[in-house]
């Protein structure tokens, strides 16, 4: 269950990511932009990000191990990123807030996901080559 909350929790995070892409555009059409190739390169690399962040949204809803991974590490920067909006000379209290607080629920729900997982893994005796019955071959 946590996990199929954090897989659309996370796919909202990627759609979010998309749509800083779109006011990117805007911005750029508007002529709001001091350098054209920068900012072309920030619109590619967060078309990048998003589809990354809705990949592992889509990983985690199939209950696939890496998209949960990217999941974690994804919070972790959006962690990263409302550190520095609380910080310095520009400090944001509110962004960094508004930033945090999901990515924290985020991660709750996708390390109680990993936990699932590997409860759901040993009950199905589905464990990695190290963990063979005894006495059975080896490959």
């Known amino acids: 269950m946590s ?12 759609v979010g ?3 800083l892409v779109v006011w990117q555009i805007v911005e750029i059409l508007r002529g709001d932009t001091d350098s054209l190739a920068s900012a072309l390169a920030l619109i590619v690399l967060s078309l990048v990000g998003a589809a990354a962040v809705i990949a592992f949204a889509v990983a985690v809803w199939r209950g696939l191990s890496w998209g949960r991974s ?6 972790l920067l959006i962690l990263a ?8 000379a520009f400090a ?6 508004a ?3 999901p990515a924290v629920v ?11 997982a ?10 990695g080559p190290d963990e063979r019955p005894r006495g059975a071959a080896s490959r």
């Open 118 to 127: 590997g409860r759901t893994a040993r009950r199905d005796g589905e464990g």
């Open 3 to 14: 996990g199929r909350v954090a897989a659309v929790l996370v796919g909202l995070e990627g």
């Open 92 to 97: 944001a209290p509110g962004i960094a807030l």
């Open 17 to 19: 990511i998309a749509a």
């Open 106 to 116: 985020v991660l709750v729900l996708l390390i109680l996901a990993v936990r699932d």
């Open 99 to 101: 930033l945090a607080v």
């Open 81 to 88: 990123v409302a550190l520095g909006a609380v910080t310095g």
């Open 70 to 75: 990217g999941g974690i590490v994804t919070q």
